[in-house]
C-alpha cells in the first residue's frame, strides 16, 4: 500500500517565478492537507482539501492556491515567489473527520534564489 | 490564538537513559493533542494521541498523558534506543477543525551507544 507520494522532491526556482507541488494520497484517504516547514521549524498549515474544494486555510496569501482533483490528488501553487518561500512543502492526507490523524509524504524542498 | 511550545533541542542521550520532552499548550476550547515523530529521511508519523483529559496515549514504548489543569503533554519513554533518534513535534488540534495541527517547533534526539 503506497503512502502518501509527493513531486518534485527538490526544485530550485527563482524569485517572482511560479511553482506547482504535486501530491497523491495514501490509499482511501480522501482528505489533503500542506504545510510548510522552514529549516528548523514546525510545519504550519496552509490549507486544507476535500470533495475538491478548499475546506479551511491557515494565514498564507493569495498567492498560495491549491486544487483537488477527483481521485483526490492535489496540487499546491505558488505565484510571485519570494525568497522567503524557500522550505519543505509538506502534503498530508487523512479521512474527513479524522481530525489530526495525518499521513504526511516526504515532502518537496523548495529552494527561491 | 492556540500554540505549542515544547523544549528546545537538541537532547542526546545514552542508550537505556530516561526520556522526557516537555510540551504546553495555549487554546480556547478543549483540543486533542498529538507526538509526531520525523525519523531521518522519512515523512512525519503520528507516534500517540490524546482527546481528552487526563488521557494516556500510548505507542512504541512511549507516553503521553493530557493534563489539562497544567495544560502540558510531556513525552516521556523509561528507556530510549538508538532507533529512538529522530525530531518529535508536540501538536495540537482544536475541537472545530479537521486536521489542521499546530505545531511546536521540534525537539531532535540523539541517542548514543
Known amino acids: 500500500d503506497a503512502g502518501v507520494t509527493q513531486s518534485p522532491t527538490h526544485l530550485i526556482k527563482t524569485r517572482g517565478q511560479q511553482v506547482t507541488l504535486r501530491c497523491s494520497p495514501k490509499s482511501g484517504h480522501d482528505t489533503v492537507s500542506w504545510y510548510q516547514q522552514a529549516l528548523g521549524q514546525g510545519p504550519q498549515f496552509i490549507f486544507q482539501?476535500?470533495?475538491?474544494?478548499?475546506?479551511q486555510r491557515g494565514n498564507f496569501p493569495d498567492r498560495f492556491s491549491g486544487h483537488q482533483f477527483p481521485n483526490y490528488s492535489s496540487e499546491l501553487n505558488v505565484n510571485a515567489l519570494l525568497l522567503g518561500d524557500s522550505a519543505l512543502y509538506l502534503c498530508a492526507s487523512s479521512w474527513w473527520g479524522a481530525a489530526g490523524e495525518l499521513f504526511f509524504g516526504e515532502g518537496s524542498r523548495l529552494t527561491v534564489l | 490564538g492556540d500554540s505549542v511550545t515544547q523544549m528546545e533541542g537538541p537532547v542526546t542521550l545514552s542508550e537505556e537513559a530516561f526520556l522526557t520532552i516537555n510540551c504546553t499548550y495555549t487554546a480556547t476550547g478543549y483540543p486533542s493533542l498529538f507526538w509526531y515523530v520525523q525519523y531521518p529521511g522519512e515523512g512525519l508519523q503520528l507516534l500517540l494521541k490524546?482527546?481528552?483529559?487526563?488521557d494516556k496515549g500510548s505507542n512504541k514504548g512511549f507516553e503521553a498523558t493530557y493534563r489539562k489543569e497544567t495544560t502540558s503533554f510531556h513525552l516521556e519513554k523509561g528507556s530510549v534506543q538508538v532507533s529512538d533518534s529522530a525530531v518529535y513535534f508536540c501538536?495540537?488540534?482544536?475541537?472545530?477543525?479537521?486536521?489542521?495541527?499546530?505545531f511546536g517547533k521540534g525537539t531532535k534526539l540523539s541517542v548514543k551507544p
Open positions: 501538536a495540537l488540534s482544536d475541537g472545530g477543525s479537521q486536521g489542521n495541527l499546530i
Open positions: 482539501y476535500y470533495e475538491e474544494e478548499e475546506r
Open positions: 490524546a482527546t481528552k483529559a487526563d
